[in-house]
């Protein structure tokens, strides 16, 4: 099994628009790491998120602006042999993104924004938002400085057994000895 770095856009944008929630880190106000886990949208290199319009973490934000968000796909632990504990990996797919926040103010562009993030998670719906709701919802930009997406533990061969999604697949081709 071996680690690999995934430089095609199409399955890059496959493995986010198959995620349901993206791993926001940022900077907290007392300089330490703060790590959210949040739904999302997704447009031509675009994540937008939304949260409410003050607190903790707009503070955060308004303290240092960049950001780090990861997506991550799939979780199957795979083996080459059972009874080797370093031959035990976790199959997944990730993508790292860093880019710099800009708050939208403009409430036909939240509207707009949050219509992306709504089509995710409730395709084919129309959605209408009251002023008072657009005015108070923070909505943020973030295009993508920065894109890296990789691979991990992706096989040689066939794995002998996948564990993921509660539930126990025997792939092996071979038994063990």
């Not at 739904?39 to 903790?56: E, I, Q, R, W």
């Not at 400085?145 to 691979?151: C, L």
Request: hydrophobic content about 35%; charged content about 25%; overall charge neutral.
């Amino acid at each position: 099994m071996k680690t690999v770095q995934i430089d095609n856009k199409e399955q890059v944008e496959n493995i986010i628009s198959s995620c349901c929630i993206c791993y926001v880190g940022l900077i907290d106000t007392d300089n330490t790491p703060y790590v959210i886990p949040m739904n999302f949208g997704y447009k031509d290199g675009v994540v937008y998120l939304h949260s409410a319009p003050d607190g903790h973490l707009v503070d955060c934000i308004y303290k240092n602006s960049k950001i780090c968000i990861t997506f991550n796909l799939g979780q199957e632990l795979v083996f080459q042999h059972p009874k080797v504990a370093c031959s035990y990996r976790m199959r997944s797919k990730s993508v790292v993104c860093k880019g710099k926040v800009n708050f939208i103010e403009d409430l036909q562009e939240k509207e707009e924004i949050l219509n992306v993030i709504m089509a995710k998670y409730v395709p084919d719906k129309a959605f209408s938002y009251s002023e008072p709701a657009l005015k108070n919802v923070k909505v943020w930009e973030i295009p993508l400085d920065k894109v890296s997406a990789k691979e991990f533990a992706a096989p040689h061969g066939k794995p002998k057994i996948i564990y993921g999604n509660s539930s126990v697949n025997i792939v092996s081709d071979h038994s063990n000895k």
